[in-house]
């Protein structure tokens, strides 16, 4: 199987003059990258009617979209208010992914905040299938729950967890941050580990963040945390191995670039990937 790869960064490219949605997808699409997330982290700031000519001029470029939820989200918090307003956060990002073309909206759960991990993995499935009842209602049913691999400790998002969930709902996607999983365990990864995990959900398409980590340890033994993203010429985790890994797969991959360079290291990514003999589609 051939692969099929998506390579673009988390926001409008830092090389972009113009400051807007708009024009960071049609300066995606110049440089010569093919994918892009919309960020929407410090809240909504497109209308309905604004996301739909992103999405049109996204799929005239070949532009693949995809939005990544505010932060301000925590669906494992014990006061219910928190909880339903992280819901709304995520039901407009939806709304909006959904006039827009993207297929998924990319959040990070929340913090364990005093609960075991089992109780706030039935929290998270609750809120998770609350949400998808109510997109399904208005329409919505091409739009997928991304829950992100988190970073620290004190989050809710283990591989291990968000597989389980994904396996349960089937409106819910996996978002492999490949750092994240990097500091979370003391610095150490193994990108076939990962992907073999996640075969029993059958993806036909895998949505990933990418970046280099500095992270600091943990209290408990071999474990870490995320501290701050870098270039990827800081070379840890290591890029090659995992375009190596995905070609060898035939994967069908998006590959979003979290580094403090953004489009720089997406740009980078694709050098990788043609020197191991990718072409990509003009």
């Keep these: 199987m051939k692969a099929k790869i998506w390579l673009g960064p988390a926001g409008i490219p830092g090389m972009c003059k113009e400051r807007s949605t708009l024009a ?14 919309i960020e929407f982290v410090r809240g909504i700031t ?38 339903e307003a992280s819901k709304q ?23 364990y905040s005093g609960r075991s991990p089992e109780e706030a993995y039935r929290t998270v499935k609750e809120a998770d299938s609350d949400m998808i009842a109510k997109l399904e209602k208005e329409g919505i049913d091409d739009v997928f729950l991304g829950h992100e691999t988190t970073g620290k400790q004190s989050a809710f998002g283990t591989l291990e967890e968000i597989v389980s ?11 492999v941050d490949f750092a994240h999983i990097y500091a979370r365990q003391g610095g150490r990864i193994d990108y076939a580990q990962i992907l073999d995990a996640l075969k029993p959900l059958k993806l036909d398409h895998l949505h990933t963040h990418f970046t280099a980590m500095e992270w600091t340890p943990a209290k408990q033994a071999g474990a870490g945390n995320e501290k701050r993203h870098l270039p990827m010429r800081a070379g840890d985790p290591p890029f090659r191995p995992l375009a190596e890994e995905v070609l060898k797969r035939g994967m069908k991959i998006t590959i979003i670039s979290e580094s403090p360079v953004l489009e720089l290291d997406s740009l980078e990514m694709k050098k ?5 003999g990718y072409r990509f589609e003009r």
Excluded at 54 to 83: M, T, W
Excluded at 165 to 174: F, H, I
């Design 24 to 37: 960071g997808v049609r300066c995606v699409a110049e440089i010569g990258l093919n994918a892009m997330e």
């Design 46 to 83: 497109l209308t309905q009617k604004a996301a739909e000519e992103v999405g049109k001029i996204a799929q005239e470029l070949g532009v693949r979209l995809s939005v990544h939820c505010p932060y301000f989200i925590n669906l494992c918090s014990p006061d219910k208010k928190k909880v």
């Design 89 to 111: 956060r995520i039901l407009e990002s939806a709304r909006r992914a959904h006039a827009m073309g993207a297929d998924i909206v990319v959040f990070h759960p929340g913090y």
């Design 165 to 175: 969930l994904c396996k349960e709902l089937s409106k819910c996607r996996p978002v």
């Design 272 to 276: 990788i990937f043609e020197k191991l």
